[in-house]
């Protein structure tokens, strides 16, 4: 299946550069808004935006950066992501502003909209979905699920899924046990699937964890949720 393709200038944020892919087929379309890994907006994330264009989807994959401050290498990367892992309200305001630059799109159906993030872009998609975004599912893959700001019950008004690596040293146990907690507490409507014998990244083909069958069994359980 073909799609379309063409960089989008953020509103909010005119240092931003993401990419948007659009599907075969007549708009509106459902979309998804992507967040990358911390190593930012790449090969990777675009290959991942363009499978979920070929399934018929409008597909934002965000530039959480800005084009100034694209990662060279690893240790840049660490050092980048850490401004807005280590500031969770510099984070919400980014998704957010990513999300507003996707609902302006006049060929996305904006009652369905979802978030898929993979690690930092898993926490960026949780924190969007705290805000209370207006999102119709939100999924995060080996994201980060600690957070500054835990929800209150009613703050979260979308359906998530959390797709974590058990004995993950980037999301270690006590992160898992809060995010539970606190979507218990908040009543909120989410699913954790916590996944043996993987490594944070196994959805990565750039990563020494990348484990293709998994991430064949992963791409099904994202689509089946977002169709549900």
């Not at 990513?98 to 960026?124: H, K, M, T, W, Y």
Request: charge should be negative; aromatic fraction near 10%.
């Amino acid at each position: 299946m073909s799609y379309k393709r063409k960089v989008l200038k953020a509103h909010l944020q005119n240092d931003l550069e993401h990419i948007f892919m659009l599907p075969e087929g007549k708009p509106p379309f459902p979309a998804v808004l992507l967040f990358h890994e911390y190593t930012g907006l790449n090969s990777v994330t675009i290959s991942h935006a363009r499978k979920l264009a070929e399934e018929g989807y409008a597909v934002l994959a965000a530039d959480f950066y800005g084009i100034s401050n694209r990662p060279a290498n690893i240790e840049q990367a660490s050092t980048t992501h850490r401004i807005y892992r280590n500031d969770r309200n510099l984070m919400r305001t980014r998704a957010e502003a990513c999300l507003q630059a996707l609902a302006d799109q006049p060929e996305v159906d904006v009652s369905r909209i979802n978030a898929l993030g993979f690690s930092f872009g898993g926490g960026a998609t949780l924190e969007l979905a705290r805000t209370g975004a207006k999102l119709n599912k939100a999924i995060s893959v080996y994201g980060y699920l600690d957070t500054s700001r835990p929800v209150k019950q009613g703050d979260i008004k979308c359906p998530l899924l959390a797709l974590h690596v058990l004995d993950d040293p980037v999301v270690p146990k006590e992160h898992t046990e809060s995010f539970k907690l606190e979507m218990s507490e908040a009543d909120v409507e989410y699913e954790i699937i916590e996944i043996q014998n993987a490594r944070h990244g196994f959805a990565n083909p750039d990563d020494d964890g990348f484990d293709e069958k998994l991430t064949e069994w992963m791409w099904e359980k994202v689509l089946r949720y977002f169709d549900q």
